[in-house]
Structures are given as structure tokens and as C-alpha cells.
């Protein structure tokens, strides 16, 4: 199992930074949390990958790197946009499926964009998003451009041939991509024990000497203390890292999921480091904010959330017409006939 008591790390962080954590944390969370009641009312359908547990490690990754760095990451994509400053009503609209959603409401839950944020989707497809990661980052390479992409996936995608592939090209041209496995150790429903021999997944980077380590992703400064690190090594043009930030999450792998593979004790033994309390636990003791300012927080968070679900519920569903839409580029690839 991953460890839920590693050692936070003993960088210094400013207020501001975890001011930002903690509000946009909770924002994470309880939009998570509304998701997941709105969708057993069936206010939409199809599936519903929730990342209540998870939020230090988008949070974490996003103070680390620039706005101009690229991001990719697998199905369970909500926190994402959230994290990279979209307004949460449109990831709402997109889970409702209406035409003001992200990406028109033709993606739905697992497959949230946001090119004005750099967000290159999240994937339906397990492990589709590594190899897309790396195309990304040598595209970027091959421009000159000092972009670095961060690549996402989960424990149950690192089994995938195409990781192995990508590894060995990223690592032979030295791509500037990083490889991010949101180890919440239990992919849809069977432990990493039960997958491989190697339970240690910052292992699977050795053979290509690839640079790889283990992190606490239960702490956001742990977080982006190794992203931070990671992100300077591929401009400097090293190449990639592989990251297994060790997380969890609290609910199941999807909204249909049972959880009987694990026990309420585990969930509790994790909530008790919860990356929320803790970086509340840190803003009171160093006095970052006052309990008015704290319950402000609060406060603005719930308003965005109902704001959001209003704006999705008054908003149209996508006309019929586009369905014929967005399917090629022809401004981008001439050759294609009308």
C-alpha cells in the first residue's frame, strides 16, 4: 500500500502560495462533492471518475511549473482545469453535456480541454495519454520552444506496452516531459500488489535510466517541490522524470463502484493526512488568515459551486448541427475535401 505518513518536505512556501493551495483545494473538493451528489440524481449521465483525496497533486504541480507548460492527464480530469484557473461552471456545463461546456459538451466527464490553460485533455483511453504526453513535449522540443509537458496517469495505466515504448524514445531524445503516475493504488479495483512483482512504480523508469522517485502526494509542498525539480531538469535539456506520487482517493474509481476491495480503517488512515486539513492546519499555525478570512474562503467556494451548477442547468444543449463540427481541421489540413 501507499504510504500515507511520508515526511513532508521542509521547503519554505509563502502565504500567498498557501492561500492559493487551500482555496483551490476546496474548490476542487466540493465541486467533486456536488458532482457526485448531481450525478446520482441523475442530473447526467455516462461515467464519473471523482478526485476527492487527490487535490494536493494537481495543486502541487500547478504552483511548480509555468502557464506556459502543458498539461495531459487520463479520465479522471475535473480537478485539472479547476486547478489550472478554469471557472468551475464550465466543467459543469461539460459534465451536463451543454453547448457552454469546455469543449462544447461533446466530451463530458473524461475529456476535458482548455487550450487557452494548456490543458491537452483528459483521455479515455487508458494510457493513451503517454504517448500523446511525449508527442507533445518533442513537438514543443523540435519548435525551440522551453515548454515542458506534465503527462498523468494512473497506477492501472503504467502496465501498458505503449509506457515502455514512450520511455525508451523520451529517454533516447531526451523529451522534455514528465511522467506523473497518480499512484492511488488501486487503479479501477486491484491493488498494485496483485498487478506486478515491482510494487515500487518508481522503479519502472530504471531501465532507461530515466531519473525517478517516490512522492508524498498527500502534501502539496511535496508535490511541487519534485515537479519543480523535474520541470528544471527537462529545460535544461535533460530529458524526462518519472514521478509516482503516491495519493489516494476517498470514493471509489468511479461512481459505480462498490469499493469492497478495501477497508473503511485504510480510507480513514489516509483521511487523517488529508492535504486540505493540512495546509489549513499550516495557514492557522503561521497565522496566514484569520477565521473571518478563512470562512470568506469557504464562503466563495460554496457561491462557485452553485454558481456553477445554475449556469449548467440554464444552459442549452448543443444544437444538432454539431454533430457535423469539430470533426476536422480544414484550415489545418488543406487536403481535406468538403
Known amino acids: 500500500m501507499a504510504t500515507a505518513t511520508a515526511k513532508k518536505t521542509k521547503t519554505k512556501f ?6 492559493k493551495w487551500y482555496e483551490d483545494m476546496l474548490l476542487m473538493r466540493k465541486f467533486e462533492e456536488k458532482a457526485g451528489q448531481l450525478y446520482i440524481q441523475q442530473k447526467f449521465g455516462g461515467f464519473c471518475h471523482l478526485y476527492i483525496g487527490q487535490e494536493a497533486v494537481v495543486a502541487g504541480a500547478v504552483s511548480a511549473v509555468t502557464e506556459a507548460d502543458r498539461h495531459i492527464t487520463a479520465y479522471r480530469d475535473h480537478a485539472h482545469p479547476i486547478g489550472l484557473g478554469m471557472d468551475p461552471k464550465f466543467v459543469m456545463a461539460e459534465l451536463y453535456g451543454r453547448s457552454t461546456g469546455c469543449t462544447k459538451g461533446k466530451g463530458g466527464s473524461m475529456h476535458m480541454f482548455d487550450k487557452s490553460r494548456n490543458l491537452m485533455g483528459g483521455h479515455g483511453i487508458v494510457g493513451a495519454q503517454i504517448a500523446l504526453g511525449a508527442g507533445i513535449a518533442f513537438a514543443d522540443m523540435y519548435r525551440g520552444e522551453k515548454r515542458v509537458t506534465l503527462c498523468s496517469m494512473g497506477d492501472g495505466a503504467v502496465r501498458q506496452g505503449a509506457l515502455h ?12 516531459v514528465i511522467f506523473i503516475i497518480e499512484n492511488n493504488n488501486y487503479a479501477m479495483g486491484t491493488s498494485v500488489e496483485r498487478t506486478s512483482n515491482v510494487t515500487d512504480l518508481s522503479k519502472l523508469g530504471l531501465s532507461y535510466d530515466m531519473p525517478s522517485a517516490a512522492v508524498d502526494g498527500m502534501s502539496p509542498e511535496a508535490v511541487h517541490e519534485a515537479i519543480a525539480k523535474a520541470a528544471e531538469h527537462a529545460r535544461a535539456g535533460n530529458g524526462p522524470t518519472l514521478l509516482d506520487i503516491r495519493t489516494y482517493r476517498y470514493k471509489g474509481h468511479s461512481m459505480s463502484d462498490p469499493q469492497k476491495y478495501r477497508t473503511k480503517e485504510e480510507v480513514a488512515e489516509y483521511k487523517a493526512v488529508d492535504p486540505i486539513n493540512s495546509v489549513l492546519d499550516t495557514i492557522k499555525k503561521k497565522r496566514y488568515a484569520t477565521a473571518q478570512q478563512i470562512e470568506e474562503i469557504q464562503a466563495r467556494v460554496k457561491q462557485k459551486v452553485e454558481e456553477s451548477v445554475q449556469f449548467a442547468e440554464e444552459s442549452p444543449l448543443p444544437d444538432p448541427s454539431e454533430l457535423y463540427k469539430d470533426v476536422y481541421a480544414q484550415e489545418d489540413y488543406p487536403f481535406i475535401m468538403e
Request: glycine share 0%.
Open 165 to 176: 515504448e514512450t520511455f525508451n524514445m523520451a529517454m533516447t531524445w531526451k523529451i522534455p
Open 14 to 19: 509563502d502565504k500567498a502560495t498557501y492561500l
